[in-house]
Each structure stands twice: as structure tokens, then as C-alpha cells.
């Protein structure tokens, strides 16, 4: 029998590609019995990060919505609610919050409350177009997935988190690793992109087979 094959899930929870390919790799997942594991990749870790980007923060989400457009376009089922984004008053919210919520779920609960948090978070930053900036947010994510909530919040805190977020993101330098979603397979081959469900079905069989 051959050893099962790893998958290492580089992902922003504020990407709103990696909202398109999550639930195909979960599929894959389950179909292929993958290993997967979870890396926080920032793109705009903090508030001076996405000025620097983008000029400002209503520029940026300006620009975001118009990838959540292109997303839409092609997502298996329609899920992402870009006129409530955009009628929202807050302003977009970055990354290191959500991914700190992920690191917190994943000291719980290992790879798999990981990826149930994130996609918790997605979903509400994409489809319910909510705050995931905002701390309470967060929290009730948490109460939903049934996780201890008093040590989520102190874990949120633990300097430790952010480090391992640092180690994610040298990590993926490390790799070439510019942009996400990326998927690493067996640490050796790269797969850029929410690829459609066949293809990525296709090259992580063939590297199954190799």
C-alpha cells in the first residue's frame, strides 16, 4: 500500500481564491485520503502592510472586491457575496487576526480545527461578509465550532502564535512560495492557484503514482 500523500495548505484567510479551492481539496482529500496540513501566508498582515500595498485601505478593498469578482466566476458553488462587502463600513480587515484564530483552533483541535476554523472564518468574511477583524467575531467563530473559548482567547494572545506565523511565511520563502493558495506536495512538487477540482485531481494522482 502506498504511504499517504502529503499536502501542505499554504492560505490567507482574507484570500478569497482560497475560499474557491478549500472545499475541492477537502473533497480530494477525503477521496484520495491526503494528509493535509495548514500554513498562515499574510498578505496584508497588518493595517500599515495593506496602506504599503495598496496606497490606502479603501483602495485596497476596492481591489480585493474586484478579485472577489473574478472568484465568483468560477467557484463550485456560489458562495461569495460581493455587493455585501461592498455596502459594509468598516473597513477591510487584515490578516493576522484571523490567522492567529486559525493557529488558537489548531493548538485544540491539530490540522483539522485548523481547517474547520479557517473555513468558519471564510465563510464569514466572504459569504456573510462580517468583521474577521474584529476579536468578538472571532470568539463566536470559536463557540460555533465548539471550541474551548477561554483558552482560544488566551492562546490568541501567546506570543508563540505569531512566531509560528513568521515560521509559516519563511517557510514559504523558503519554497518560492509568492502568492497563495499553494499546495506542496510530499515537499517536493508545487501546485499554484484554485486549480479546478479534475485538474487538481489529476497531477496529485499522478505524483501518487510516481
Same mark, same amino acid.
Given at each position: ?31 484520495l485520503s491526503l494528509d493535509v496540513h495548514h500554513h498562515a501566508f499574510a498578505l496584508s498582515a497588518t493595517k500599515e ?12 478593498? $476596492?481591489? *480585493?472586491?474586484?478579485?472577489? %469578482?473574478?472568484?465568483? +466566476?468560477?467557484?463550485? /458553488? ?84 505569531? $512566531?509560528? *506565523?513568521?515560521?509559516?511565511? %519563511?517557510?514559504?520563502? +523558503?519554497?518560492?512560495? /509568492? ?32
Amino acid at each position: 500500500m502506498k504511504s499517504k500523500i502529503k499536502v501542505d495548505f499554504f492560505h490567507d484567510v482574507v484570500c478569497s481564491w482560497c475560499y474557491v479551492i478549500s472545499p475541492r481539496l477537502r473533497k480530494l482529500a477525503e477521496e484520495l485520503s491526503l494528509d493535509v496540513h495548514h500554513h498562515a501566508f499574510a498578505l496584508s498582515a497588518t493595517k500599515e502592510d495593506m496602506v504599503q500595498m495598496f496606497g490606502s485601505r479603501s483602495k485596497a478593498k $476596492k481591489v *480585493i472586491l474586484g478579485h472577489w %469578482q473574478q472568484c465568483a +466566476k468560477v467557484e463550485d /458553488q456560489k458562495r461569495i457575496n460581493v455587493e455585501g462587502m461592498r455596502q459594509k463600513n468598516f473597513e477591510y480587515p487584515t490578516s493576522l487576526p484571523g490567522l492567529l484564530g486559525c493557529k488558537a483552533a489548531q493548538k485544540q483541535a491539530g490540522d483539522k480545527g485548523h481547517w474547520d476554523y479557517f473555513d468558519a472564518v471564510q465563510r464569514a468574511h466572504l459569504s456573510e461578509n462580517r468583521n474577521i477583524a474584529d476579536s468578538e467575531v472571532l470568539i463566536s467563530l470559536a463557540v460555533e465550532l465548539g471550541l474551548d473559548v477561554e483558552r482560544f482567547k488566551e492562546d490568541c494572545q501567546d506570543p508563540e502564535l505569531q $512566531k509560528e *506565523i513568521m515560521q509559516d511565511q %519563511q517557510l514559504a520563502q +523558503k519554497l518560492g512560495i /509568492q502568492a497563495v493558495p499553494t499546495l506542496v506536495i510530499n515537499d517536493r512538487w508545487i501546485l499554484s492557484g484554485a486549480q479546478p477540482l479534475d485538474v487538481l485531481r489529476s497531477q496529485i494522482q499522478q505524483i501518487q503514482m510516481s
